[in-house]
């Protein structure tokens, strides 16, 4: 993505005490230990995935929406509709850490019962990366499809077509549990870019990659700070008209079928900072389709058979989605996290403000 060698520059920190140090943040603006160890676990492993855009970078964020009560600390998922097999959960803006983890596990316990659950989920506070939860219900072996949409933020993505935004970066996510191995996970957002690599490149003051974004105009442009300085811009969809479709379809089930709310001026809040997610999940047990057995056996020779492709010329691999992610964990388990200056300055500056003594801060290395 973001290139270029007179960008600001960036630190490296240990995984553990970049996880301390989120969870400090947390406890010390008012969370429980539980609250603050899944927020962290969520954060730090994004980070370690390569999902700097969806990692400790949102913690300046999160504490904003504390303090403003966008976000409130210490909630549960509550469920507001049960038809056994079809349930709907009300989020009430808590952590999403806590309210999608507690939605899958609700979730989960219903597939392994029923064959399948469909969830809604509404009305929760950033959910993060999403195939987090499609990791949690394929450790359970079963398959999920996630469609996600967000209001209250203002908006980002143009439709197909458009030359001024119109909902956010929609993002969806299935991911398919294999046996004795690491599962299939496709998980993006349904925008060219997820915003948050469009703030890491604001933040890193570099040019992003052509064909990305627009200006106001709907002229294409590779400045990120279109989408921080008026007149602003937008992000394009990925894909043309069928990621723009995908888009569109992720407002419809996340927003209206769940009974969460589309991304419209009804639900767009003026100063533009709120972020609720709304979500459509369905979760299915193998075992009531084709069978476990069966599932498992086509799985492995389907992945096999597609990874058994001659590369393209340039390409050393054919990767499975997934697979990239975890290889930069590996690197970054071992050579530690790399933060861009520009975030780290706001971590410090959001752990000053929930008045954590600078011994809890972490030290960090150049990379
Ligand atoms: P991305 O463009 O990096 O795409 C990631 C997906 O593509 C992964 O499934 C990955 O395994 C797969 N992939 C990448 N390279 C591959 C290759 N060479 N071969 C095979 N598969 C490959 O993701 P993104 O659009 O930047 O999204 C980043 C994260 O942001 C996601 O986790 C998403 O859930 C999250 N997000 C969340 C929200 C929200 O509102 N909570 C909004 C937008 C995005």
């Given amino acids: 993505m973001a290139g270029g060698k007179d960008g600001v520059g960036e630190v ?60 409130t600390r210490n909630h549960h998922a509550k469920i507001i509709k049960d038809n056994g097999a079809v349930i709907v959960i009300d989020g009430g803006a808590g952590y ?14 219903r597939a392994k019962k029923n064959g399948v ?55 969806y996510c299935t991911a398919v549990p294999r046996k004795g191995k690491e599962p299939i996970v496709l998980d993006f957002a349904t925008s060219q870019v997820a915003m948050g690599k469009v703030r890491v490149a604001n933040n890193k003051k570099v040019q992003m990659e052509e064909g990305l974004l627009i200006d106001s105009k709907g002229n294409p442009t590779t400045d990120p700070g279109v989408m921080y300085n008026p007149p602003f811009g937008a992000i394009l969809p990925f894909g043309l008209h069928k990621g723009g479709g995908l888009a569109v379809i992720c ?62 010329p340039g390409v050393k691999e054919v990767l499975a989605p997934g697979e990239p992610e975890r290889a930069r964990r590996a690197d970054r388990e071992k050579n530690g996290v790399p933060i861009d200056t520009t975030t780290w300055q706001q971590l410090v500056e959001v752990a000053r403000k929930v008045r954590l003594n600078d011994t809890d801060i972490p030290h960090t290395v150049a990379a």
């Avoid at 999403?96 to 316990?109: S, T, Y």
């Fill in 12 to 71: 490296r920190i240990k995984p553990a005490e970049l996880h301390a140090f989120t969870m400090a943040i947390c406890r010390a603006d008012g969370s429980s230990a539980e609250e603050a160890k899944l927020v962290a676990d969520h954060l730090v492993l994004a980070n370690l995935f390569g999902h700097d855009s969806h990692g400790v970078g949102m913690m300046p964020s999160y504490i904003q929406n504390t303090t403003t009560g966008r976000c």
């Fill in 96 to 109: 999403g850490q806590v309210i999608a983890k507690e939605a899958m596990d609700i979730g989960i316990e």
């Fill in 117 to 171: 659950c469909v969830v809604g989920l509404t009305n929760s506070h950033h959910i993060g990366r999403i195939g987090h939860w499609a990791e949690q219900c394929a450790r359970a072996g079963l398959v999920s499809t996630h469609w996600v949409n967000v209001h209250g933020h203002k908006s980002l993505v143009a439709p197909f077509g458009g030359a001024e935004p119109r909902f956010t970066t929609n993002p």
């Fill in 251 to 312: 407002d419809l089930l996340a927003g209206a079928l769940t009974g969460g709310r589309t991304h419209s001026p009804r639900t767009i809040k003026k100063d533009g900072h709120d972020i609720i997610n709304n979500m459509l999940s369905i979760i299915i047990d193998p075992a009531a389709m084709g069978g476990t057995e069966f599932f498992e056996d086509e799985v492995e020779t389907f992945i096999t058979w597609v990874k058994s492709a001659k590369p393209q």
